[in-house]
């Protein structure tokens, strides 16, 4: 009898401490536990007839389905430690989910203390977290095998902060960099750089964390820097003790610059002319960048960038459209539209796609959400659809906010035009309502960050042109930075942030300073792409030769040394042709198109092109262009046809060198020039013109020919 007092009397005490809230103390707890995890209660169905909202990004969903679900039967108010919602995780009554904390644990008093104080769900504005600060904000080792430990302070609406570093999830991006336990304890496993990712109640943070190489004797050597970007980039190497590697050979730079800008080799002649040029090395190459871009072939090169991410295809277009979409993006290019014009344009295009090719741009998704998504991945760099069914996992954006983002294409509307294959892209004047798939509610159109321009929304179907003004406008803070980052890619072979459609706080840039500087000077440049190429190609960290040292052996993050790169489909189609001498020939298209001038991927489908990973264009991401080598792809270009036809034309390199008397050490020499943008070493032109003499000169030409075509040199960009 003396039992039920004593328990009354614990239950005032506990209740008696500081007022509990579901907001800010219970629903921290349930996450922690991982009770909202995707295996438990979080999953798309509950786990035994119980569901809580995923990782807990909806608290009030969450309170509810405790508090009202079964008649409310896992809170017992008038004995609080006989409540299902402490006696299932403490294993006083069977549970699934086994053991999440003990009886006398802190995880148990404050959920006890707050079921007897009567289950207050809190005040959103005072309760809800505002921020997070991360102690310390860097973290740098001086070798592996260093250990430290991070603090995370929660700092709330009401201006109060609190220690939540028991209660915040802490990851490593790379765990074999640097490792940290569930006692926030960190250790550095290995030379290299890592980001710790920090995740409490929707808020997230980000710590970067360096292991350097404890190798004695690094002493910083300064390199020549002829840009901002030099010196972004240097002063993050030196910070790791990596040294840069020097600049590559003229003959190197040459290559890769031709290829990277116009999507061609150099021709044999460029060559020599470029490497006889007695101009100091900087100087020939900055007149090099100047004369390859803005040229025809820098035009046909960006138009399938361009055409691969916008999905001109005549799968969804037809083949008139497609054509039509082309060309307008082709003389964008070609005229260096500002970019933000050239979206604005996009994103408002209204009439017959044949008229107003820009309005194609809505013709691939046809559907408010998956255009949305395609915006917002392209344009912003912002994946969107993980938001559609609950709100985002890994970043802020939420199931509200991806519905209103979807809200500014609901009213694009398609109709069938008067010509064969034409649509009229309008604007519906009724039934677009973009509704809310759990209540049904009609969902507002509403900017996915607030600050980023004083634009009004407009009630009406113009809605999208108030979408595209504030999406290419210079206050955004995403529009700017992606493209940046996504021209950075194209040349150096990552972007600061990677991959460059996945922006996000826990998927920081490794060079913040450098990006950020990048996104400045487009901007002051009023989007002027062709001039941040300049200034990208024009530095010294783009021309650094492939060679590593030492230093920078294992760097493969912050661009010390240039990093070679498989030729994708198109130019490696068209350095086959150049090199070999012969005239493209694409059915369906004039004679002499190059890879590069074709309209769409259904032209030379299934054949070379495709097979070393020419995209479908059926999505936006940069992912669906491949890169990689395969077994197929080294037996194509031993034996396959396309190798084989343009080494023994008629009229290709080697008969009309045969047929103009050419010697044997004037064609090596025009080989090599043809196909690596070099002169042969001298060990090389001993082996080739003793082989070119010991049988028939013309099939021996095309061996080294052949043999050339299929060598690293030849495949890659080094």
């Known amino acids: ?99 999440r904390f003990d009886r006398d644990s802190p995880y148990y008093r404050t959920i006890f203390n707050w079921i007897a104080q009567g289950v207050p769900f809190g005040d959103p504005a005072k309760d809800s977290v505002a921020a997070l600060e991360v102690l310390p904000g860097e973290i740098a080792m001086p070798r592996p095998g260093e250990k430290t430990s991070v603090k995370i302070i929660a700092r709330f609406g009401d201006g109060l902060t609190r220690d939540v570093t028991n209660e915040a999830v802490i990851e490593s991006n790379t765990p074999d960099v640097a490792k940290v336990d569930a006692a926030a304890a960190v250790s550095g496993e ?177 559907d408010p959400k998956p255009t949305m998504e395609k915006t917002t991945q392209v344009f912003l760099g912002v994946r969107m659809v993980c938001a559609q069914c609950h709100d985002h996992p890994f970043e802020r954006w939420t199931q509200n906010q991806y519905y209103q983002m979807a809200a500014f294409f609901s009213a694009v509307g398609l109709r069938p035009g008067y010509e064969v294959g034409e649509e009229i892209v309008y604007d519906q004047r009724s039934g677009y309502e973009m509704r809310h798939p759990k209540d049904n509610r009609v969902m507002a159109p509403e900017f996915l960050i607030a600050s980023a321009g004083a634009v009004k929304i407009p009630s009406d179907e113009k809605r999208r042109d108030a979408f595209a003004d504030w999406l290419v406008s210079k206050q955004n803070p995403f529009f700017a930075k992606a493209i940046a980052n996504r021209i950075w890619s194209y040349f150096l072979g990552r972007g600061i942030i990677d991959p460059v459609d996945d922006i996000r706080a826990s998927n920081p840039p490794v060079n913040a300073a450098l990006l950020a500087a990048l996104t400045k000077d487009l901007t002051d440049h009023q989007f002027d792409l062709q001039h941040l190429m300049r200034v990208i190609v024009k530095s010294r960290t783009y021309q650094a030769s492939f060679q590593s040292n030492e230093w920078n052996a294992l760097d493969g993050d912050n661009f010390s040394h240039a990093i070679p790169r498989r030729l994708s489909a198109e130019p490696l189609m068209d350095a086959v042709t150049q090199a070999a001498g012969v005239r493209p020939n694409f059915p369906e298209v004039p004679e002499d198109t190059t890879a590069s001038q074709l309209p769409d991927p259904h032209v030379g489908a299934d054949g070379f092109l495709d097979l070393f990973g020419r995209p479908t264009r059926e999505s936006s991401c940069e992912c669906e262009r491949r890169a990689d080598f395969s077994l197929p792809q080294a037996l194509n270009l031993i034996n396959g046809t396309t190798i084989s036809d343009a080494v023994a034309d008629s009229k290709g390199r080697i008969a009309k060198s045969v047929l103009a008397g050419m010697t044997d050490a004037a064609m090596v020499e025009d080989l090599y020039l043809a196909t690596l943008t070099r002169l042969p070493t001298k060990t090389e032109s001993e082996n080739a013109l003793r082989y070119l003499a010991g049988g028939p000169e013309t099939l021996k030409a095309q061996d080294l020919l052949w043999a050339l075509l299929n060598s690293k040199g030849f495949l890659y960009i080094y």
């Not at 008696?16 to 295996?39: H, Q, Y």
Request: some cysteine; overall charge positive.
């Open 1 to 99: 009898m003396r039992i039920l007092p004593l328990l009354a009397s614990a239950a005032v005490s506990l209740a008696a401490a500081e007022p509990v809230t579901f907001l800010r103390d219970v629903a921290p707890i349930l996450n922690k536990t991982s009770c909202t995890s995707g295996t438990c209660h979080g999953a798309a169905k509950g786990k035994n007839g119980f569901k809580l909202s995923l990782r807990g990004y909806d608290p009030q969903f969450d309170y509810e389905a405790l508090l009202y679900d079964l008649s409310g039967r896992r809170f017992n108010r008038a004995d609080p430690a006989r409540s299902l919602m402490l006696s299932k995780p403490t294993q006083q009554v069977a549970h699934g989910g086994g053991l």
């Open 190 to 366: 290995r030379i290299g750089e890592a980001t710790l990712l920090v995740r409490y109640q929707g808020k997230y943070a980000t710590i970067p964390v360096n292991v350097l190489n404890p190798k004695p004797g690094f002493a910083w050597k300064p390199l020549p820097q002829y840009n901002y970007v030099d010196q972004l980039v240097d002063a993050k190497l030196q910070k790791l003790h990596i040294q840069p590697s020097g600049l590559a050979t003229d003959a190197e730079f040459l290559r890769r610059v031709t290829l990277d800008l116009i999507g061609q080799l150099p021709t044999p002649a460029e060559v020599r002319e470029f490497l006889a040029d007695p101009a100091p090395s900087k100087v020939k190459r900055e007149r090099c960048i100047d004369r390859l871009i803005g040229s025809p072939s820098f035009a046909d090169r960006w138009t399938v960038k361009w055409g691969d991410l916008l999905q001109s295809s005549r799968k969804f277009l037809g083949e008139k459209a497609t054509y039509e979409f082309r060309e307008w993006i082709h003389s964008s290019v070609a005229a260096n539209k500002p970019y933000d014009k050239m979206v604005h344009e996009l994103l408002t295009g209204r009439g017959s796609v044949y008229d107003v090719p820009a309005a194609n741009y809505f013709r691939t998704t046809r």
